[in-house]
């Protein structure tokens, strides 16, 4: 406040002073800004580490709790160099990408024949509703019985599960009347099939990366549980193995792998959310028509 | 267009054929009381071939109804609005521009100029040549590839106008066109349309709330009024044409107006009037 009185009274060379004020905000935002937080956030990262490994090895914690970060480390970097879990993640992951895309399109496809027509949706909501109550996981075992261990029941428990987020919300986008673009499609006497495609499909966008969001999330438990139930390869698997052989390093080690392969699903999901944000001209300021 | 030209256009108007027939057309609504209520009064009427003729009245009026009955949006409640064969008029044979631009907002102005050629599934190559002399008439050869996010409100009504266009249909349906624009934008763009009206000899029926704008462009005015809506009085505009923003200096026009605004000002006779508490 004060520095402020003295720059205004001092002279009247403000075009002198305009630049140095705003150097020093620029120099505060360096201090004050993300970097700051992002320093603090690795530091008590560093800092827990440490103190597990401290913890660790002078056993104040017990090994099968909590076991050295340098041995999970070691256990990660060796796995990943021989190429067990490699193979691991790529299992996981291609059942993964496959069931998501099959509930993906399934999705799309029954919330446009569900919202197409009154009458439909009112005799499937039961249904959905009943269905979307359920914990989709508890299926897993069932799923199992009737496809047998392997790829084709880890793919069909991530459709289950990854499905009924996307598809609830592609309904709802669907929904949303846009009264002049339904007026326009009208007045060019465009049939349903060409309202669907050109105006209602694409005004539900934003809805269905909403489900998109949940579903790829929804997918990597989908496919974990899955793996825990009844196959002999992938992440959960691996992690499964490790249990029963009481080597705690490595569950660990699973652990961050599905923590890493989450994290990345989410980069992957917002790269294309705004990609297609851009592509469906949204503008910067996430103004939407 | 010569001034002769213009004045054999008007004088061929008065016997010009009928392009569109109101017959008794009508709208009743039930409220959330479950009561009947008129949104507007049988509305008899005439637009003929080549006309350029505005619905103006207040809001609440029945002139955006009307106008909606007439393009097939709206089933009037009785009575039916037929072309000259009796018929009523066909989604995808006429043009009609929203008072918001209605622009789909994911496409480009030149893809959204093009969206009647996807519908009606015009040939493409002859729609696309189309399209890109319709964006230079309203002046957006520049702007082809911006979305209407990145175009002031004035050019998405000239590429919705364009985009109205496409099709070449013989009729436009207007509802507001530049009800939400400045002054300045609006005047602009009325001229642009009383060009497009007469280069392309299309009949307008044109919705507004705006005297001077229907006196400027219309060969006739249907008055209207509300509470409830109806149609109350005919006028026809002998202004020669083209007319430019100097014929709002002219006698005639000011008479137009006048009277235009007497009608819509007609003293109301207050039923309940609400006694002061004392």
Not at chain 2, 90 to 113: C, E, I, M
Not at chain 2, 179 to 196: K, P
Request: charged share 15%.
């Amino acid at each position: 406040m004060q520095v402020s009185f003295e720059e205004s009274t001092a002279s009247g060379s403000s075009q002198v002073q305009k630049p140095e004020k705003s150097h020093t905000v620029a120099r505060c935002a360096v201090f004050s800004g993300r970097p700051l937080e992002y320093g603090v956030s690795l530091f008590i990262a560093i800092a827990l580490l440490v103190l597990a490994e401290v913890a660790a090895g002078e056993k104040w914690i017990s090994p099968m709790v909590l076991p050295k970060p340098s041995a999970v480390f070691s256990v990660l970097t060796e796995g990943l160099r021989d190429g067990t879990y490699i193979v691991s993640i790529v299992s996981s992951m291609s059942s993964l990408v496959v069931g998501f895309i099959l509930a993906f399109v399934a999705a799309i496809v029954i919330a446009g024949v569900i919202s197409s027509n009154r009458f439909i949706e009112r005799v499937f909501t039961p249904y959905i509703v009943a269905f979307q109550s359920m914990p989709k996981v508890a299926v897993a075992p069932l799923v199992v019985l009737w496809l047998g261990f392997g790829e084709l029941s880890k793919i069909m428990i991530v459709v289950i599960v990854c499905f009924f987020p996307m598809m609830v919300n592609t309904v709802q986008g669907l929904k949303v009347r846009h009264q002049d673009h339904d007026e326009l499609m009208r007045s060019l006497g465009a049939n349903s099939w060409q309202q669907f495609l050109l105006m209602r499909l694409p005004h539900a966008v934003p809805y269905i990366f909403a489900g998109v969001r949940i579903g790829v999330i929804f997918a990597l438990i989908g496919v974990v549980v899955a793996e825990f139930v009844g196959t002999n390869a992938g992440v959960g698997f691996s992690m499964l193995q490790a249990k029963s052989q009481f080597d705690v390093p490595s569950v660990y080690a699973c652990l961050l792998i599905l923590m890493v392969m989450g994290l990345v699903l989410n980069f992957l999901t917002s790269i294309c959310e705004r990609r297609v944000a851009m592509l469906m001209g949204e503008s910067a300021a996430g103004r939407r028509y | 267009m010569s001034v002769t030209a213009m004045q054999t256009k008007t004088m061929m108007q008065t016997k010009a054929a009928v392009l569109l027939e109101f017959n008794g057309a009508s709208k009743r609504y039930v409220n959330v009381e479950n009561q009947c209520v008129d949104a507007l009064l049988p509305v008899t009427a005439k637009l003929h071939n080549g006309e350029f003729a505005s619905l103006l009245g207040p809001s609440g009026c029945g002139k955006t109804t009307l106008l909606k009955m007439a393009a097939g949006l709206l089933e009037p409640s009785s009575g039916n609005i037929t072309l000259a064969d009796g018929q009523p008029v066909k989604p995808g044979s006429y043009g009609f521009v929203f008072q918001s631009a209605a622009l789909l907002p994911w496409r480009t102005a030149f893809d959204n100029v093009m969206l009647p050629a996807t519908v009606l599934g015009l040939p493409k190559s002859s729609s696309k040549r189309r399209a890109l002399e319709l964006l230079e008439m309203v002046g957006l050869s520049h702007a082809l590839h911006k979305r209407p996010h990145e175009l002031s409100g004035g050019m998405q009504q000239r590429v919705s106008i364009a985009r109205a266009l496409l099709h070449d249909p013989a009729l436009l349906f207007m509802d507001e066109p530049f009800g939400a624009l400045d002054a300045m934008t609006r005047e602009e763009l009325n001229l642009e349309l009383q060009r497009i009206h007469l280069n392309y000899a299309k009949s307008v029926l044109f919705v507004t709330h705006d005297i001077e704008e229907a006196v400027l462009l219309s060969d006739r005015i249907l008055v209207m009024s509300s509470g409830p809506g109806r149609l109350v009085k005919e006028i026809q505009v002998q202004l020669e044409r083209p007319r430019s923003l100097a014929v709002k200096r002219d006698p005639e026009f000011y008479r137009i107006v006048q009277e235009v605004r007497d009608l819509l000002h007609r003293p109301v006779t207050i039923v309940n009037r609400p006694t002061p508490n004392s």
